[in-house]
């Protein structure tokens, strides 16, 4: 039941509705993050890409997707069989609203709590409403809390407001994230006066004011890049398949997507 | 019970190290299923397979490929792939130090517990440091095989260390547009911040609780027993009306609220 990133075609990740107060404001859900490109595929001896699939261990069969089933192991092997109808049906109908029901200060939140964030874009007819709490919330510097279920899952959000745009960051729950007596770190003690200075000076020397994502190195994906342009001189290390009706097997530009449906003219 | 360190490595700030334990921050929650097959209610299993002539392809012959347009891949071998791992380092390099707020929310991905291995002057030294400088490092490292970016911070009275996600992973704000369409008018604006201030409070994350996981469990608990309750299908509701009149009566029915509370 792990949220997927899969966004074949540009559909959203979830619609559903965002509220305060009495005021509904229809919504559709993208991810804020881009699939990393470095991803490597897994190909057959002739190049072609292979696809996973179930098996039973015992038969060896293959299986489809309406021969496997989600179970919950209640006892060592022994399974309570758990339908997505059910799973559906356990969430009351207040919960598939996101609502919100407290505003705090956007930047009170301690970053151990965000997980994952995606866009909220407005659906056709709600974008007055969208622009009202984008404008209200961005204004007055606050996030807004609420807690809803998608796709067989609870999750605990923070709506952000930037640059007119909503975005909502999934958290952890209080109860997922450990305490240091959980981990048994030590009880802090006193630091002589001396070495706080000495530190306190290395971060002087070192600081900027302004954060720079291009610190962030990442090399893996760079030392990859330059290896795959290197092989790529070479034509016979280069395999060329034809993809007949892999419709879904699109490169998916997230950015126009959500431009789009921001409602940017063409 | 204390938990075991995942990792130990030590923090790197010029010519100063700090060496430190990684403790996952993270205890996942989730219900976990497993796929079963369908007739013999049992575990299953994974292989790859051709998807046109449905045959297994077994490991040994598996390639791996990176797709430099639709169709075409550049074939990587596993030797090849092996070169490219980072040397092994127990650095946690700090590059430099920037104000708490200047990393938004996008970027953070796992918070990791830092705990000091043998010499805790040092380590509560340097919580101390950053709480008095209100500071965040940049920081980057190898961790089994992998390079990493992240954030160190002081939190309470321990240091935390945060795997970031990478430069062009995030999509921001800035990259987008704006919504189209009619703007909001100062009378909407001026009820929606009324509403809005109603609602205002302080962060507690306690308050929260996943009552979707308890009713999920539950559920399992009682069909296991064999008396699994008949759950009712979902109704679609019917949505609303103009945005002013709506914004009114949702700050009288918070007043109501409040009065009754009072």
């Known amino acids: 039941m792990e949220a997927e990133e899969e966004n074949a075609g540009g559909r959203p990740f979830w619609s559903g509705t965002l509220t305060f107060g009495l005021v509904s404001v229809p919504v559709s859900l993208f991810p804020a993050q881009r699939s990393?490109?470095?991803?490597?595929r897994m190909l057959g001896p002739?190049?072609?890409?292979?696809?996973?699939?179930?098996?039973a261990e015992k038969t060896g069969k293959d299986l489809d997707a309406d021969e496997v089933v989600r179970g919950y192991e209640i006892n060592k092997e022994k399974f309570v069989i758990v339908t997505d109808e059910e799973l559906e049906r356990l969430a009351p109908e207040k919960t598939r609203d996101i609502d919100l029901k407290q505003f705090?200060?956007?930047d009170s939140i301690p970053p151990i709590y965000f997980e994952r964030g995606y866009f909220l874009t407005p659906a056709a007819g709600s974008q007055k409403a969208y622009k009202l709490l984008a404008e209200t919330m961005e204004k007055s510097g606050l996030a807004g809390i609420a807690t809803f279920v998608m796709r067989g899952k609870e999750?605990?959000?923070?709506i952000f407001s930037e640059k007119g745009i909503?975005?909502?960051e999934t958290m952890r729950f209080a109860d997922e994230l450990r305490s240091p007596s959980d981990i048994g770190l030590p009880k802090k003690k006193e630091a002589p006066k001396a070495t706080l200075h000495k530190f306190e000076k290395l971060i002087s020397t070192r600081s900027k004011k302004q954060f720079s994502p291009s610190k962030l190195e990442d090399k893996q994906t760079e030392s990859l890049l330059k290896l795959v342009k290197k092989k790529q001189a070479n034509r016979a290390n280069v395999v060329k398949v034809e993809e007949e009706g892999d419709k879904d097997h699109?490169?998916?530009?997230?950015?126009q997507i959500l431009k789009k449906s921001l409602g940017a003219r063409k | 019970m204390a938990a075991r360190a995942i990792w130990k490595g030590q923090l790197k700030l010029g010519t100063t190290r700090v060496p430190v334990k990684l403790y996952s921050a993270v205890q996942d929650r989730t219900v976990r299923f497993h796929v079963l097959d369908d007739r013999q209610k049992k575990r299953v299993k994974q292989h790859m397979i051709d998807p046109d002539s449905g045959d297994e392809v077994p490991t040994e012959e598996i390639q791996k490929g990176y797709e430099i347009e639709p169709g075409r891949y550049v074939i990587l071998t596993a030797e090849e792939l092996e070169k490219l791992q980072p040397p092994a380092s127990r650095d946690i390099?700090?590059?430099?130090?920037?104000?708490q707020t200047k990393i938004s929310q996008q970027w953070y991905e796992r918070p990791y517990y830092l705990g000091p291995d043998g010499d805790e002057k040092d380590y509560f030294a340097l919580v101390d440091a950053l709480q008095n400088k209100e500071s965040e490092g940049i920081a980057n490292w190898v961790m089994r095989n992998k390079y990493y970016s992240g954030a160190l911070r002081a939190v309470d009275d321990y240091l935390f260390l945060f795997t970031l996600r990478d430069a062009n992973e995030v999509i921001l704000a800035d990259e987008l547009t704006k919504p189209s369409g009619a703007a909001p008018t100062q009378k909407e604006l001026a009820m929606a911040k009324q509403l809005v201030d109603m609602l205002q409070g302080e962060f507690n994350p306690k308050e929260y609780k996943d009552e979707y996981r308890e009713r999920v469990m539950e559920f399992i608990e009682k069909k296991a027993k064999g008396h699994a309750p008949r759950l009712k299908a979902v109704k679609a509701k019917p949505k609303t009306t103009a945005l002013d009149s709506v914004l009114a009566k949702s700050i009288e029915s918070l007043?109501?609220?409040e009065k009754r509370a009072a």
């Open chain 1, 46 to 55: 002739d190049g072609q890409p292979l696809a996973r699939k179930y098996f």
């Open chain 2, 255 to 257: 007043r109501k609220k």
């Open chain 1, 155 to 158: 999750y605990l959000v923070a």
């Open chain 1, 166 to 168: 909503l975005r909502a």
């Open chain 2, 93 to 99: 390099e700090i590059v430099e130090f920037v104000p």
């Open chain 1, 36 to 40: 990393t490109r470095t991803s490597l």
């Open chain 1, 104 to 106: 705090v200060p956007a």
């Open chain 1, 250 to 255: 699109k490169v998916v530009d997230l950015v």
